[in-house]
């Protein structure tokens, strides 16, 4: 299966507490996004990051890439309330067709 | 800023009848996708679609679907026989180039088969 699996499935934090989720995946890669998914709502793309970058910023994101370890991970910094949500990471390798993790369900605690 | 636009945002059908999704991509964008998510569960791909023709296709997308884009705007999922097991969320997205590329999600419509 090319599915990709991140953990913790289910994440609870305080507000102003830094939230870290990752992601695996099973093959080579072009790159790999992480979506934000509202309770039935639709996905919102957070940041791309291709496969020969290692870091990246937006905000209070961080994302890392660790493709000797097939891995990456999404830290949010000083998360508040409206960070609660589902996030998902997605990868593509040698298709344009995007591969979804399982998800984090995160939940900030006001 | 542009985004990827879908309707109806919920249909509500009975088994056996079919439905049409509709979307219309970000106006630049090359590349279509159909994906959906069952209540609960993970986003899973359905269908790429690029210069008028279906590049790639899941499992899951069986001779009961097909894909359209009647003009230059418009891309449409087409569900012939509706089964219960369709009820999902069902997202179009855009990529304008292929490579390291963005992939935009529309809001979903949400079907629900009786």
């Not at chain 1, 093959?27 to 957070?46: A, F």
């Not at chain 1, 910023?57 to 097939?70: E, I, N, Q």
């Not at chain 2, 679907?65 to 087409?78: A, H, I, Q, W, Y």
């Amino acid at each position: 299966s090319q599915q990709g699996e991140e953990d913790p499935q289910a994440l609870s934090i305080q507000e102003g507490e830094n939230a870290t989720m990752n992601c695996s995946y099973k093959t080579s890669i072009n790159n790999l996004q992480w979506y934000r998914q509202n309770s039935g709502r639709g996905l919102v793309h957070l940041i791309l990051i291709r496969s020969n970058e290692r870091e990246k910023h937006s905000g209070r994101l961080r994302v890392t890439l660790d493709t000797s370890k097939k891995s990456s991970s999404l830290l949010i910094t000083a998360s508040r309330a409206a960070d609660t949500a589902s996030y998902f990471c997605a990868h593509s390798s040698g298709t344009y067709k995007y591969i979804f993790g399982t998800g984090t369900r995160l939940k900030v605690l006001a | 800023e542009p985004e990827v636009t879908q309707t109806p945002s919920h249909q509500v059908t009975q088994m056996g009848q079919e439905v049409i999704l509709r979307c219309v991509p970000i106006s630049n964008h090359l590349y279509f996708y159909w994906y959906r998510q069952i209540l609960g569960q993970k986003v899973e791909f359905l269908v790429s679609f690029y210069n008028n023709e279906i590049s790639e296709k899941s499992e899951i997308f069986d001779d009961q679907f097909s894909v359209e884009r009647p003009d230059g705007s418009n891309f449409t999922l087409k569900i012939r026989s509706t089964k219960l097991e369709d009820s999902a969320m069902y997202f179009c997205a855009s990529m304008k180039s292929g490579g390291a590329d963005t992939q935009y999600f529309g809001p979903g419509t949400r079907l629900t088969v009786l």
